[in-house]
């Protein structure tokens, strides 16, 4: 099992190129599946959830080349509408193909997410949402049967603006005869961004990055080349390094206007950042201040995502900051880790007080799942001394090379197997 091995409080200085967005490549490769095409896709990321979703592809039947960042999918000999449970259980996200199936095949099968059982529980929304444009739904031996007779457009409400209902309502209506709506859709920039692709193969959808989105259904879908949109996510996490070494780093590739509630709490916590269309400069602050309470919301407020990379920065400024976990009820488990590392943290709940600044020491340390391994990162680039991550994979879901990128930048950090 990999680890990483960071030596802490070396400044960090230099640019970055930030990755193409995992949560808008994801979508966009289901997608693909539409088309009678070929699609080329640029700017993928070399990630782990990327390669599970081309084994789901070709699972699918369709043939997938990689060339440095660019995929090209072909879907010409796709012939199943089935996700084995192998593929389900190691990226819960393969629910993001169950539109798309069901608008190729009119029928789809794919294994529980996780394995849990139908009923009130995080894939409601997208099977409720399903039902109304026509699809049956029925449950036996850990497997979901989807199938549809006649899929009708529908108005949808969501009653929560799931990111991946949302998408899996565009892809499943895209080519369904008249108008979808769906009223109190995710808002967030991954969604604009499968609009785009999908607007280019020939869908004619509007209002991604509104809460109302309108798709008119059409009866073909073609080939076309796409670039994903810059990873946000992981350009605030490499904004949070620079910030807790004092350095100064410059992110090309990335795109400012999609970060404005993570600028803010950098701006808001000492740092100064500029900003044009493709770049963002980090300059350090003169000395780190805590900002009070941030609460995960739904885009375009503060993400979910970025809450434990954050709460590392946090432990660093001076003051009380109070993180509020809106989204997702079990993303605190980096806590007890940063706690080991000499931060100050109390939890109650969904709330977690952190009172900075601590002397952060490096320690053997384990990563639980994604983010809150790079919250690991983040806090050992603070931290006296070595910090040993345990876990990688769940890091490398999410950053692409996470150890090459911080290297070039001064940082001492090495992966270890
Ligand atoms: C996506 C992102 C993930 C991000 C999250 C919130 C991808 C691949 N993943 O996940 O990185 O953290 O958005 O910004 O894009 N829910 C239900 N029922 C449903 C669906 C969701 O109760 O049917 C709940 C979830 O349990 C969660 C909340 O809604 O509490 C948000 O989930 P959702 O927006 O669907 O997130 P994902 O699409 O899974």
């Given at each position: ?14 640019e ?39 084994e ?9 080349k ?11 000999g ?44 995080p894939?409601?929304?997208?099977l409720?949402?399903l039902?109304?444009?026509g ?21 949808i409400h ?15 209506a ?13 808002r ?38 796409h670039?994903?949109?810059?990873d ?25 206007s ?10 808001e ?8 269309k ?32 954050f ?43 952190v009172i ?34 345990e876990?990688v994979?769940y890091?490398?879901r ?11 930048c ?8």
């Open positions: 099992m990999s680890k990483l091995v960071i030596d802490g409080k070396h400044k960090m200085e230099g970055i190129y930030v990755q193409g967005s995992k949560n808008a490549v994801l979508p966009i490769l289901a997608a693909a599946i539409l088309s009678d095409g070929k699609n080329v896709i640029y700017n993928c990321p070399k990630l782990r959830d990327v390669d599970m979703t081309i789901v592809l070709k699972n699918l039947g369709c043939r997938v990689r060339e440095k960042n660019s995929l090209e999918v072909d879907s010409y796709i012939h199943s509408y089935t996700i084995p449970e192998e593929l389900m259980r190691q990226m819960r996200s393969s629910i993001i193909f169950l539109g798309a199936i069901i608008s190729k095949f009119g029928k789809a099968e794919i294994s529980m997410p996780g394995g849990c059982e139908i009923g009130n529980r894939i409601d929304l997208h409720k949402s039902r109304q444009l699809v049956e739904i029925t449950e036996s031996h850990g497997f979901i049967h989807c199938h549809a007779e006649n899929l009708q457009p529908a108005y969501l009653d929560f603006p799931s990111v991946g209902a949302t998408e899996n309502i565009m892809l499943a895209c080519m369904i005869d008249g108008r979808t709506t769906i009223q109190n859709a995710a967030e920039p991954e969604i604009a961004d499968l609009q785009r692709f999908l607007n280019r193969m020939g869908a004619k959808i509007s209002g991604a990055g509104g809460d109302t989105i309108v798709i008119d259904g059409v009866h073909k879908l073609y080939g076309v080349e670039t994903i949109i810059p946000r996510i992981v350009a605030a996490t490499y904004l949070a390094c620079a910030a807790v070494t004092g350095g100064t780093v410059v992110l090309k590739n990335a795109d400012s999609h970060m404005g509630a993570m600028m803010n709490v950098l701006k916590v000492g740092c100064k950042v500029h900003a044009d493709s770049k963002i400069i980090l300059l350090p602050a003169k000395k780190l201040t805590a900002v009070g309470t941030l609460k995960t919301m739904p885009y375009p407020g503060f993400p979910t995502d970025i809450q434990s990379p709460m590392a920065l946090m432990t660093q400024c001076d003051g009380t900051s109070i993180f509020v976990e809106n989204i997702f009820e079990n993303r605190f488990q980096h806590i007890e880790e940063l706690v080991r590392m000499g931060a100050d943290i109390k939890v109650d709940g969904r709330v977690a007080v900075g600044k601590s002397e952060l020491t490096g320690a053997k340390v384990v990563a639980r799942e994604l983010r809150g391994g790079a919250s690991l990162v983040v806090a050992a680039l603070a931290a006296e001394g070595i910090t040993e991550i876990n994979k890091i490398d999410g950053y692409e090379s996470i150890e090459r990128v911080l290297s070039l001064g940082i001492d950090i090495k992966r270890k197997e």
